[in-house]
């Protein structure tokens, strides 16, 4: 019965390292498109002045402008 010791305890621990992973990875930029699933591609520096830093070379599909932050459930 030694195994099932602190199996609980454990869990919540995986619970709460699950959690801050999850923090972790919505702050970052996404690494592909959520769309197709192709990587994205860092956009070449603009004169415009414009705000776009990863897209898709695929669908268009552009972060920041089209990025919708995970939410926690
Ligand atoms: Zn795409």
């Keep these: 019965?030694?195994?099932?010791?602190?199996?609980w305890w454990q869990l919540l621990d995986i619970r709460k390292q699950a959690q801050e992973e999850f923090d972790f990875w919505a702050s970052q930029p996404p690494m592909a498109c959520p769309l197709c699933g192709?990587?994205?591609?860092?956009?070449?520096?603009?004169?415009?002045?414009?705000?776009v830093e990863l897209y898709c070379p695929f669908d268009g599909w552009q972060y920041p402008r089209d990025y919708i932050r995970p939410q926690r459930l």
Aim: hydrophobic residues 25%; glycine residues 14%; without cysteine.
């Design 38 to 51: 192709e990587p994205l591609r860092n956009s070449p520096p603009t004169d415009s002045g414009s705000s």
């Design 1 to 7: 019965m030694a195994a099932a010791q602190g199996g």
